[in-house]
Every structure is written in C-alpha cells, then in structure tokens.
C-alpha cells in the first residue's frame, strides 16, 4: 500500500507540477471535469487523491484533490483541463496520520517515534487501475462524473 501512495504521489507531482516549462496538453477538444467522491454515500476524507489513467493511446493522466465536502477538479499537465477519452480511475485516500486528538496515541508517537497506521477509510481495491472497476468517459465541454465508492 505504501509503495501504491509513493507512485500515486510521483504521478500526481509529475501532472500538477508542471509549469510553463514543461509539458503541455496537445491542441484539440478538451473536457473540465468535476464531481464528488463519496463512500457508501458519505464524501471520502479530505485530501484524497482522484487520478484519471488514460486507456487511449492518445491519452494523458490527470489528477484531482478531493475537498472536505468530497469534491475535485480535475487538472492535466498543469491546466484545468482533460483530453477526451476513456479512463480508468483509483481513488487514494491521504496518507494516515495519527490522530493528535488521541492522547495515548501521542503518547507511543513521542516514545516510540513512529505514527501507527489507520485503516483506510475505503476498501483499498479502489486504489489500484487493476481491481478499482471505475471506468469513465471524458467528453469535450464542462462535465460531472460523480464517483461512489461501496464496500466489497
């Protein structure tokens, strides 16, 4: 799990990072993409991650943060834009932390120097294109592709 946050964390710096310099989406039709993600009908926690993998050839990746009421937009190569196309998407929560709100909890972190994992607020098949079952098309223009997310 902690290596799929790793890559999930490299892919989102490598789309959203991108400035003037580097990359930019190609010429053509595009799509603005928003939504919410909930799970099992509640929004999934803040911060996240939406990520888009193109399954066209033609295609790039775009990402999306989720904001405290499950909502994202979604951006490619820095714009807030997404090339037309079908996707597959997985869904990441944020990484866990410690809860500081749990004393005994602050407690083991300060003696022991190591926060204890927290189970994911969502069943984990979501977090990889192969188990994840979410596919989507993007088309041109402004368009809502709300994700629910539900147990196994």
């Known amino acids: 799990m902690r290596f799929q946050l790793v890559l999930v964390a490299a892919v989102a710096a490598a789309v959203g990072c991108s400035g003037s310099d580097g990359p930019q989406l190609p010429e053509g039709p595009k799509g603005q993409v928003t939504g919410k993600v909930t799970y099992n009908g509640s929004p999934v926690p803040a911060g996240s991650v939406v990520n888009f993998a193109p399954l066209d050839e033609d295609g790039i990746a775009a990402v999306g943060t989720v904001a405290s009421d499950g909502s994202y937009e979604l951006s490619s190569r820095g714009a807030s834009a997404v ?9 990441s929560a944020p990484s866990a932390v410690t809860d500081t709100s749990d004393e005994e909890a602050m407690r083991r972190l300060y003696e022991n120097g190591e926060a204890e994992a927290k189970k994911d607020p969502f069943p984990s098949r979501y977090t990889q294109v192969a188990t994840s079952g979410l596919e ?11 994700i629910e997310l539900k147990d196994d």
């Open 83 to 91: 090339v037309p196309g079908k996707y597959a998407v997985i869904v």
């Open 136 to 146: 989507f098309d993007v088309a041109e223009g402004e368009q809502t592709i709300d």
